[in-house]
């Protein structure tokens, strides 16, 4: 199965695809994380991207798309792919190169999506991420996998969360419209659990 995730900033889009990847036995690709394990490497395409990220703002197409690109190559079976494509060009891109089955959207307020990213954090070493309230580690401000601190990502302030939820309402909601034949659109502001009771439902998985 090739799969979409789509929504907001802190829609849960990470969380979902997680499960949805792990029941269907293919792996959850996520154009962020891939960027921030090049961004913690220091390599010198890590460092250029690193001021981008904090700002909030998106990369080139191209820089993206090759990155995503030679993952999909390496999962001709299926994947569940999240934050990828963001803009109409990227959709163009996977399309003419694999087309997603299916697009799950997660469809949340954005006020309730600031409310999320409010109590986000992350582990500074790891990149594991967990929220204050709904999904909090074991130890405070520790994370429960290596046990390094957790830290607010820098994208997950104020001004950069503005022009984020702004990119995905002006470039990312348009490709709703390009997917609309294999849309299954989830209520998404509910707790993690019911989110994936609905998703489980309407994929019949
Ligand atoms: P995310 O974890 O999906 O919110 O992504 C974090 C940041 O990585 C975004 O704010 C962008 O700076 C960058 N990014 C992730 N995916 C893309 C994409 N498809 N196109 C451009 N930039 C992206």
Redesign the pocket.
Same mark, same amino acid.
């Given at each position: 199965m090739k799969l979409l995730i789509i929504g907001p /900033?802190a829609s849960g +889009? %990470?969380t979902q695809a997680d499960l949805i990847a792990k029941r269907l036995g293919v792996p959850h690709l996520?154009?962020?994380? @891939? @960027?921030?394990e090049e961004k913690r490497s220091g390599s010198p395409l890590g460092n250029e &991207?690193a001021a981008? &990220?904090? +700002? %909030?703002?998106?990369? *080139? $197409?191209m @820089?993206?798309?090759e990155m &995503?690109r030679k993952r999909l190559a390496e999962h001709p079976e299926g994947w569940v792919l999240? %934050?990828? *494509?963001?803009?109409t060009s /990227?959709a163009a891109m996977l399309d003419a190169y694999q087309t997603p089955e299916k697009v799950v959207l997660l469809d949340v307020q954005d006020a309730v999506c600031i409310d999320r990213i409010t109590g986000r954090r992350v582990c500074a070493a790891c990149g594991k991420d967990y929220h204050i309230k709904y999904k909090p580690p074991k130890r405070e401000g520790v994370c429960d996998n290596d046990g390094k601190e957790l830290v607010q990502?820098g $994208?997950d302030h104020p001004d950069?969360v503005r022009?984020?939820l702004a $990119?995905y309402h002006a470039k990312t909601e348009p490709l709703l419209h390009r997917y609309q034949d294999r849309l299954i659109k989830i209520k998404g502001d509910q707790g993690i659990q019911e989110v994936w009771a609905e998703i489980r439902k309407r994929m019949g998985i």
């Open positions: /900033q +889009k %990470g996520s154009s962020g994380d @891939l @960027l921030r &991207i981008l &990220i904090d +700002k %909030g703002e998106l990369l *080139p $197409d @820089l993206v798309w &995503i999240d %934050g990828f *494509p963001r803009t /990227q990502r $994208d950069a022009r984020r $990119d």
